[in-house]
């Protein structure tokens, strides 16, 4: 019994060993059926590429971007924020500025401390110095999923956009459109 118990441990490691996962480059991803590198790449090269060249040509201010409910309205499961992380990682290399709240009340309580006496004056974080956003990032992602010839078609539509807080206009908007065909899969038990 031993034997068979080792001789399986052995035939399940090398199976592993033998068969094991490769990896791709996601730039070279030809897509699939469902939400992927392909579209996440390409989602993200529009958004980038368009809202740079607004916030340099177009605002040509220092803008403080803070990302907010960008949803998932399609049928298929859509991690969002793996999207706005690539787009807002891309920006910040390009000297594009993020406001992330969450850490607000941990910084307010140092400046606390700070005022005590108690922290040295020259380490203390001084009053006044956070930013506030000047634009909320926002967007969805919204599909529409049809039969045409045997085929199912899905139209895919990624909206994204800049909103100016001091008047709630929308600064800047773009899209990336994706329309996928594959052919139905037939169930057969």
């Known amino acids: 019994m031993k034997k ?40 993200v090269n529009t958004m980038v590429g368009s809202m740079y060249t607004f916030l340099k040509d177009e605002y040509k201010k220092p803008a403080f971007i803070e990302v ?11 991690d969002t924020k793996m999207i ?3 787009i807002s990682t891309n920006l910040i290399k390009k000297r594009i500025r993020f406001i992330d709240q969450s850490l607000t009340a941990d910084a307010m309580a140092e400046m606390e401390r700070g005022m005590t006496g108690m922290i040295d004056p020259d380490a203390a974080i001084p009053v006044g110095m956070l930013k506030s956003p000047n634009f909320y990032m926002t967007g969805d992602i ?29 600064e800047w ?8 065909a594959s052919a139905k899969t037939k169930i057969s038990f």
């Not at 907010?68 to 309205?73: C, E, I, L």
């Not at 919204?142 to 001091?166: A, C, E, F, H, W």
């Open 4 to 43: 068979y118990a080792v001789l399986g441990v052995a035939l399940m490691f090398m199976m592993t060993a033998c068969g094991g996962t490769q990896y791709r480059d996601a730039k070279e991803d030809k897509g699939s059926r469902e939400w992927g590198p392909k579209e996440i790449k390409m989602t």
């Open 68 to 78: 907010r409910n960008f949803r998932n309205k399609t049928s298929e499961h859509i």
């Open 84 to 86: 706005t992380d690539e």
């Open 142 to 170: 919204r599909d529409n999923v049809r039969t045409v010839g045997g085929k199912s078609l899905q139209y895919l539509v990624v909206t994204m956009q800049l909103i100016d807080l001091r008047t709630n206009v929308v």
């Open 173 to 180: 908007q773009d899209r990336q459109e994706f329309l996928k």
